[in-house]
């Protein structure tokens, strides 16, 4: 284990170069890669779903509300960028999981952590961590999570996934929002201690999180009033009065339209400013905004470094605090660990949250924002050590073979075959954008859309959809210019019918 530590250590010191970005291009690196023994390409054996599939999806709705599922996975048989069903069809998976798996099916360096009893019994005896933790879970923070923590935030909260990490960076926002206004060290008052106990002011001050039209930040209660995406999450769901703004939306190319959205983004950012103002003189003022690097769920729209740096600026000015939920873009598929590493901000973030790819979910933050007492933000497991292992064995596999470096050479393979496909296939797309693998492209309707992503599938390729109208394309890291190859050639297939 002592080993085990210092190879932590050692990678962790690698790791932090991965902020800059500056790693050799080692094409012997990028081809090692593909995983031993990974399919040479899709195969469609039946109709997706196929018939045990449709068994299974009987049985399982039988037990609960099952529509959503697409498939049953075989995933002992599934391996590296492509996923098995349980009917035996191999699909190219640019996917993965909604962009969980940062090393695709099985990869071998994964299997074999599980091989060491130590951390064999770690997965046994899952601990309370806020009260019981191990006596290595300090160096573990230190040195996995911490090495590849966004410049300038010291401190880190685990927690289990994107929603519960969004909301309770929510409430240790209020938390901070709170301690500001009482001043310094000041202790709760009687007053406060008996009001909060029937939901009254002050002791349950009425306070705001700004977001924006287009957001999803998860489903439980508190952040569901920052989710803005689709209907279904939120019908019959009580929420909050709390204010959204409208986010940017561009005209594509960029290049062609940049004084078109420059101006879309001066007036979100006048609108931000004005729903501050109007919500602070009604009495629920705005303790924090939050947004993603790139609204993923909501439609893969993006916004400029330039609108970051003001939002951050307007957070400043009012007393917010800043919040990036970097649930699906933290962890490299931008080409970057974090993607608003990209944006040139005046410092760093008040608070970043993350899941999906670094296996467990959590939030860092700046020192000002640990609370005072605690028991203030808590629950039973407070994260999961057997998911820092693997994030462990994942950073380790990203550090040696180069994988930020491959993200930008395949996502540069996959944009520019999607520019060509949108100047092609007028039609069927446009507005191709994204960052490194992490890829969008538009359709003119949802039945489009929702048609193409069908016709993939039965070309052996699962994609997702997300807003009304847009295909995303989430590949693993190790999705290389191969795979990409691939990719366009059944989609251009697809495109031409």
């Not at 995303?472 to 050639?489: G, N, Q, S, V, W």
Request: proline fraction near 6%; aromatic fraction near 8%; include cysteine.
């Amino acid at each position: 284990m002592a080993q085990m530590g210092r190879n932590c250590i050692s990678i962790a010191k690698k790791i932090n170069l991965l902020n800059g970005f500056k790693l050799k291009t080692q094409s012997a690196r990028a081809a090692s890669t593909v995983i031993a023994g990974e399919p040479s390409g899709p195969t469609v054996k039946t109709d997706i779903p196929g018939p045990k599939s449709k068994q299974l999806l009987e049985e399982l709705n039988s037990l609960q509300q099952a529509g959503a599922v697409q498939l049953f996975a075989d995933y002992d048989n599934s391996l590296g960028n492509y996923l098995v069903d349980v009917d035996g069809n191999v699909l190219l998976d640019v996917y993965m999981q909604i962009s969980s798996m940062p090393l695709g099916y099985n990869h071998p360096e994964l299997l074999q952590l599980l091989t060491d009893p130590h951390n064999m019994k770690t997965i046994v005896n899952r601990p309370a961590l806020g009260v019981f933790p191990g006596a290595d879970w300090p160096n573990k923070l230190k040195n996995v999570l911490l090495q590849i923590s966004p410049p300038g935030l010291s401190q880190i909260t685990t927690m289990m996934c994107g929603s519960c990490s969004n909301e309770n960076a929510y409430k240790n926002i209020f938390l901070w929002y709170q301690q500001k206004q009482r001043g310094g060290g000041t202790s709760f008052s009687q007053q406060e201690m008996d009001s909060c106990m029937i939901n009254q002011p002050p002791g349950s001050p009425s306070l705001s999180i700004l977001s924006f039209k287009g957001a999803f930040h998860g489903r439980t209660l508190g952040v569901l009033s920052t989710t803005h995406s689709k209907y279904i999450h939120k019908i019959d769901v009580p929420a909050f009065d709390w204010p959204v703004a409208s986010f940017p939306e561009y005209k594509y190319p960029l290049e062609e339209h940049e004084r078109e959205n420059e101006a879309e983004d001066k007036k979100c950012l006048a609108e931000v400013e004005d729903l501050i103002e109007k919500y602070n003189k009604r009495g629920t003022p705005v303790a924090g905004i939050v947004v993603e690097p790139i609204q993923s769920e909501g439609g893969d729209n993006e916004a400029s470094p330039s609108f970051f740096q003001k939002l951050q600026s307007i957070a400043k000015k009012n007393g917010a605090a800043l919040l990036i939920d970097e649930v699906q873009t933290g962890g490299g598929p931008t080409g970057k660990m974090w993607c608003h590493e990209h944006f040139n901000l005046d410092g760093p973030p008040d608070v970043v949250t993350f899941s999906k790819k670094l296996q467990l979910g959590g939030y860092y933050h700046k020192s000002d924002f640990k609370p005072l007492q605690p028991y203030r933000v808590f629950n039973t497991w407070m994260g999961d050590p057997s998911k820092l292992l693997l994030l462990q064995g994942i950073l380790n596999v990203i550090q040696r073979d180069s994988l930020l470096n491959l993200v930008q050479k395949s996502g540069e393979k996959l944009m520019n075959g999607l520019k060509e496909f949108q100047k092609e296939f007028p039609h069927l797309l446009y507005a191709a954008r994204g960052r490194g693998t992490f890829l969008a492209v538009s359709c003119p309707s949802t039945k489009i859309r929702d048609d193409l992503v069908a016709r993939m599938k039965k070309k052996g390729v699962q994609m997702g959809g997300c807003g009304d109208y847009s295909i995303r394309l989430r590949p693993a890291l190790i999705f290389t210019p191969k795979h990409a190859d691939l990719f366009l050639e059944r989609f251009r297939q697809v495109l031409k019918g």
